[in-house]
Structure formats: C-alpha cells, structure tokens
Nanobody, 115 residues
C-alpha cells in the first residue's frame, strides 16, 4: 500500500514561488502517471499537472508556463515548482495517481497566495 505525503505549501504574495513535494512510502515507479491536484474552497478538485514514468508532462491551461512537475523515482518523490503565483492558485494541493486512487489521497498542503 502506497501512502503519499505532501509538503511545501505556505503563504506567499502574488508573483512569488513555492515548491511542493510529494513523498511516497513505497515505490512510485510502478504507479505510472502521477499528478498534482488542487481544490479551492467551493470548487471541485482538479488535476493541474501530470507526469508519466517517461518524464512526459502535461498541464492544465491555467498553469502552463508557470508550474513545472517533476519526479525522482529513486527518491520516490514528485515535485511541483510553482512560479508567478496568482491569488486564484490558492487551494489545497494533493498528489495522486492519474487517474486518482481514493485510498491514496493524503491531507494535502495548503497554498495561499495573497494579492
């Protein structure tokens, strides 16, 4: 059973940067595609970035050019570098498989961007 632990969130001003980390308790190499999701208050959870084992990535349009997802299979960790943050990026960020597995949802990490 894999457990995922997100970290790196915080409060930042608009235009600032944060780097999120997702540490897996087990090997993520066999999981395949991993992703970062976010859920803002009153909104549905959405996938913002995904990465295949090959390293191929994809992003939702609203974060393209600002966010970068990466993975280190040796460290069982997935990262999300977030630059040029906007107030609308405020949300709880989660990592999970793509498509997600219910049992893998962690507590997430809060990202708050002030204007």
């Amino acid at each position: 059973q894999v457990q995922l632990l997100e970290s790196g969130g915080g409060l930042v001003q608009a235009g600032g940067s944060l780097r999120l980390s997702c540490a897996a308790s087990g090997s993520i190499f066999s999981i395949g595609r991993m992703g970062w999701y976010r859920q803002a208050p009153g909104k549905q959870r959405e996938l913002v970035a995904g990465i295949f084992s090959s390293g191929d990535t994809n992003y939702v349009d609203s974060v393209k050019g600002r966010f970068t997802i990466s993975r280190d299979n040796a460290k069982n960790t997935v990262y999300l570098q977030m630059n040029s943050l906007k107030p609308e990026d405020t949300a709880v960020y989660y990592c999970n498989k793509v498509p997600p597995i219910t049992a893998y949802w962690g507590q997430g990490t809060q990202v708050t961007v002030s204007s």
